[in-house]
């Protein structure tokens, strides 16, 4: 019998409904919890920034402050605010930071990493900064990692070069193979191109004399005179 009443028990205490547990509610009237806010990835809050300048991608200029840049991105506002905004490269075309240093945007640049298994990678746009300008060509320093600079932040860096017809180049880092490309792009300075290479071509250093001394080629020739002046 009591084997019996021990089943008869859990039997129905089975076929019982069940009851889900009563949630803890406030006190009638109430109001209901307000979501905490979402934040604003593209907002970003600092102390005052640099001084600068940015071209929008209708070419005008505008004053602003700028808190930081990385490759992808710079925060700028306008002078005396202290929230920054993020501006991608598909709105700035370019920015200037006081005293001078200008930031250029670079696309489809196919850059390497890595060292064992080296990885070629399309970078569809980012910031870049201009080393120098002249006669259509444009060299740029392109920081690959967004890190603080290091011992090791000159392995993740590229040189690059816009040519006049708006296409990027890796330059190589081994310095003989980057000079015989420069020279190729510069070919029609015949007298450039015969220059005998006074020391080991070193290309963050030389690259940009060589390009330099191209343009003053380029500006004389342009500045002399066509005949029948005195």
Known sequence: MNRLACTAVVLLA???????????QGPAGFPPPTPAPTEDPALHRGSRGLSGSFQSTDNTWHPGQIQGWTRDRVYLTDAGARTY????????????????DTFNVVRDVVVTSGT?????????????????RGAGYTLLSYQRNDGPDNLLSWTTRRLLLR???GT?????????????LLLTLLRDDAALAGTPP????????????????????????????????Q
């Open 85 to 100: 905004r993020a501006y991608f490269p598909a709105q700035v075309k370019r920015f200037v930071v006081a005293p001078g």
């Open 163 to 165: 040519q006049p017809d």
């Open 168 to 180: 990027v180049l890796v330059l190589p880092a081994n310095g003989r193979k980057c000079r015989q």
């Open 14 to 24: 089975g076929s019982l409904p069940r009851v889900a547990p009563a949630q803890r």
């Open 198 to 229: 006074t020391s080991r071509f070193r290309p963050w250093r030389d690259a940009r004399q060589l390009l330099a001394a191209y343009t003053d080629r380029k500006i004389n020739l342009a500045l002399r005179p066509t005949g029948g002046g």
């Open 116 to 132: 064992m298994f080296r990885r070629r990678q399309i970078v569809p746009e980012a910031f870049a900064q201009q080393l120098f």
